[in-house]
């Protein structure tokens, strides 16, 4: 098998579990359940908002510092913005017993 090849399906392996982890962040967030799993849910977005306004906060500082355009690819915000939420997710559900 050629490198090129493995490094391609490496790649698009690693695009497709990106969109899987945005779209479970989406199923995750619109679904229900008792008061525990949403308290889980809740401090999950909570730490995942904090961390993206504060990712945005420095991109803009740097931008402004650098005197450019601030340039956001939404793919890659929406892939750290997921992972982010599921790491957290994974956290509050180890700490709070999901």
């Given at each position: 098998?050629?490198?090129?090849?493995?490094?391609?399906?490496?790649?698009?392996?690693?695009?497709?579990?990106?969109?899987?982890?945005?779209?479970?962040?989406?199923?995750?967030?619109?679904?229900t359940g008792d008061e525990r799993r949403q308290l889980i849910v809740w401090k999950a977005s909570a730490f995942t908002l904090l961390s993206t306004v504060g990712a945005l906060?420095?991109?803009?500082?740097?931008?402004?510092?650098?005197?450019?355009?601030?340039?956001?690819?939404p793919f890659i915000k929406l892939s750290v913005t997921a992972t982010v939420y599921f790491l957290a997710l994974m956290y509050y559900r180890k700490r709070y017993g999901d």
């Amino acid at each position: 098998m050629d490198t090129l090849t493995l490094f391609l399906g490496i790649f698009f392996l690693f695009l497709l579990a990106l969109i899987l982890l945005d779209i479970a962040m989406i199923v995750s967030l619109m679904r229900t359940g008792d008061e525990r799993r949403q308290l889980i849910v809740w401090k999950a977005s909570a730490f995942t908002l904090l961390s993206t306004v504060g990712a945005l906060a420095i991109d803009i500082v740097g931008s402004i510092a650098r005197h450019e355009a601030m340039q956001v690819n939404p793919f890659i915000k929406l892939s750290v913005t997921a992972t982010v939420y599921f790491l957290a997710l994974m956290y509050y559900r180890k700490r709070y017993g999901d």
